[in-house]
């Protein structure tokens, strides 16, 4: 991969900030930020008019639409976009049709987009929640696999809930055999899969991976604050319309859209889905793996006083570029004030709304302190990656964010 041309694709590269809480937001290419302006210049109207400047707005609403869904192997009319997965999740948990005796398998492995949701819901309708908590690894490198699922599953599963990378740990869910064990094992189970820290890392198959519900966010893959929900055929008539008395309820929009696509970033996603295709996923995570075994080869020399959380390993088959850590001793949003304070480098700490995860998977006692986490993205380079280990270097023989020992015992359990 030729990395300076491809950084020449995203204009705010070019200052002198290092990027690398990527997992937050990733950088927008210039020919999205192109194709909204001329949209908002020329065609901004409300769609599905005759006359031919709406025409053309229609025109390009549905094309982004489409190729939005053929990008997951999906069918137009199974996807529906929206302002944010936690929305989409919030507006699909009302939709759901459920009776007396449901139960909800939810992950604490996830954001809290894929839980609050069902647990509110949950807690409306007097259904039970069981949790889906690893048993091996726990405080360290927890997975969701089927032998812990397996435990959960009765034929009164409505629905199981997970994610397919965690947005702390980078570590990749195996989907397909997951989705077999819920559908073999629960006949009335929809599975739901959160997909927005994987998707800026891998392509994406919802028919290859057997899920019902599956979402992420755009504005995480090189585009705009849009996001898009895949509900397949068959789970769709397990919802009801949340649309006007007046609209049949019979396409995904009507039934969970609220007219809530932003149009001018659902018609730039043909750019997203092209630059995708030309630079092209192996290159991808070639580039990807190469970087972030600088910091997780210096994280794995420090045993003594570094914590990594999830796969210790390069491996891009077994995580994505989304690392963290602790330092012995230190408070994480100490160490990252450090880290301003000597550099560029854009790294971030706490619990990134997986707070559950944090406190009571990791044994993190002060979510809010949390973890360190460096989340990066293709675009970024092997000399920024080594950068920010030189300023972890210098902060660690300087001792730099520490704080007394009574304190730090009451930010995490001791490893």
């Known amino acids: 991969m030729d990395v300076n041309a491809v950084r020449e694709a995203f204009p705010a590269l070019k200052q002198k900030q290092v990027f690398m809480d990527n997992a937050g937001g990733a950088q927008v290419l210039k020919s999205v930020i192109d194709s909204m302006m001329l949209y908002l210049t020329t065609n901004n109207v409300q769609l599905g008019a005759s006359y031919p400047v709406a025409k053309i707005s229609t ?177 769709q008539k397990e919802i009801v319309s949340l649309g006007h008395y007046f609209k049949p309820g019979n396409t995904l929009e009507e039934k969970l859209g609220l007219a809530a696509a932003n149009y001018e970033c659902v018609q730039a996603v043909p750019e997203i889905i092209s630059y995708l295709q030309k630079v092209g996923w192996d290159a991808i995570a070639r580039q990807e793996e190469e970087i972030q075994e600088v910091l997780l080869d210096f994280l794995r020399s420090k045993p003594d006083i570094i914590k990594i959380y999830g796969d210790p390993s390069s491996d891009r088959r077994l995580r994505v570029p989304v690392i963290s850590w602790r330092i012995k001793g230190r408070s994480s949003l100490a160490v990252i004030d450090a880290i301003e304070a000597k550099s560029n480098y854009g790294c971030r700490s706490g619990h990134f709304y997986s707070k559950r995860l944090c406190e009571e998977v990791l044994g993190i006692k002060d979510g809010d302190d949390g973890v360190i986490r460096c989340s990066l993205l293709h675009y970024n380079t092997k000399e920024e990656v080594q950068g920010l280990v030189d300023v972890l270097k210098d902060i660690i023989e300087k001792g730099e964010g520490r704080v007394p020992d009574d304190e730090y015992r009451k930010l995490t359990a001791d490893w």
């Open 59 to 235: 025109n390009l609403f549905n094309a982004g639409h489409a190729s939005g869904a053929h990008y997951i192997n999906a069918k137009p009319e199974e996807v529906v976009l929206g302002p944010s997965t936690t929305q989409m999740f919030r507006n699909l948990s009302v939709a759901l049709k459920t009776e007396p005796g449901d139960e909800f398998v939810l992950s604490k492995l996830d954001h809290e987009a894929n839980v609050a949701a069902w647990k509110q819901l949950a807690e409306w309708k007097g259904l039970t929640i069981k949790w889906w908590v690893p048993s091996q690894d726990t405080n360290s490198n927890p997975k969701l696999v089927s032998e812990d699922l397996k435990k959960l599953l009765s034929d009164k599963t409505r629905l199981v809930a997970c994610t397919h990378t965690s947005n702390i740990l980078g570590s990749i869910t195996d989907v397909a055999p997951l989705a077999e064990l819920i559908h073999s094992t629960s006949p009335r189970a929809l599975f739901c899969v959160d997909a927005v820290a994987y998707a800026p890392h891998a392509a994406i198959d919802v028919k290859q991976l057997g899920v019902d519900f599956y979402s992420f966010s755009w504005y995480k893959v090189y585009g705009p604050h849009v996001s898009m929900l895949y509900v397949s055929e068959k789970a």
